[in-house]
Structure formats: structure tokens, C-alpha cells
């Protein structure tokens, strides 16, 4: 059965970081994209951060550019999220994403709350 399973959020101050894990199993992870999308409470689920399968390319929403960094471990099975110098605009739900068209997989999501 292909899994997804987010781990690593909670509350976190402004200014502070955490590291977002994606543990996967069931499918072939090295032949897969990996995303970490996010949600807000009344807003539309956005992409944040995009890895390829090899881990060469990746790509950031302008919004956290220069404070997020995806990477993956292929022999881990696992794509990370590092955010630091958090805001109180990035508390949502994040979620796991694989990718390999035409199938597309979803974790369930941890919640990120920033705030004092």
C-alpha cells in the first residue's frame, strides 16, 4: 500500500525553524518528484517547494525562497522540509506529495502553527 506520512510539525515561534519529514513506502520513491504543498485556513492549497527525482533541480514559492530548503534521501525514502526564519504566514497544513504522471500520491498533512 503506497504511504505517505508527514512528520515534525507543531508550534513554533516567529523567527524559529523546523524540519518537516515525508517518510514513503509502497512505490518506487527514486522514480518520483517530490512537493510539499501547503493550506491555510480559507485559502487555496499551494505548491512551496518541488523536488525532482534525483534531487538535481528544485524549485520554491516566492514567498519562501531563501527560508525553505526540500531536499530528499532516496535511500531513506524520505523528503524533508527545512523552514527557517518562520512566519506568522506560514502557519497551515503541509502536505507530502509524489509525483509521477500520471499518478500523483498525497499524504495526510501535519499542522505548522507560527505564532507567540
Known amino acids: 500500500q503506497v504511504q505517505l506520512v508527514e512528520s515534525g510539525g507543531g508550534l513554533v515561534q516567529p523567527g524559529g525553524s523546523l524540519r518537516l519529514s515525508c517518510a514513503a513506502s509502497g512505490f518506487s520513491f527514486s522514480s518520483f518528484a517530490m512537493s510539499w504543498y501547503r493550506q491555510a485556513p480559507g485559502k487555496e492549497r499551494e505548491l512551496v517547494a518541488r523536488i525532482s527525482n534525483t534531487g538535481g533541480s528544485t524549485n520554491y514559492a516566492d514567498s519562501v525562497k531563501g527560508r525553505f530548503t526540500i531536499s530528499r534521501d532516496n535511500a531513506k525514502n524520505t523528503v524533508y522540509l527545512q523552514m527557517n526564519s518562520l512566519k506568522p504566514e506560514d502557519t497551515a497544513v503541509y502536505y507530502c506529495?509524489?509525483?509521477?504522471?500520471?499518478?500523483?500520491?498525497w499524504g495526510q498533512g501535519t499542522q505548522v502553527t507560527v505564532s507567540s
Open positions: 506529495k509524489a509525483v509521477a504522471k500520471p499518478l500523483a500520491y
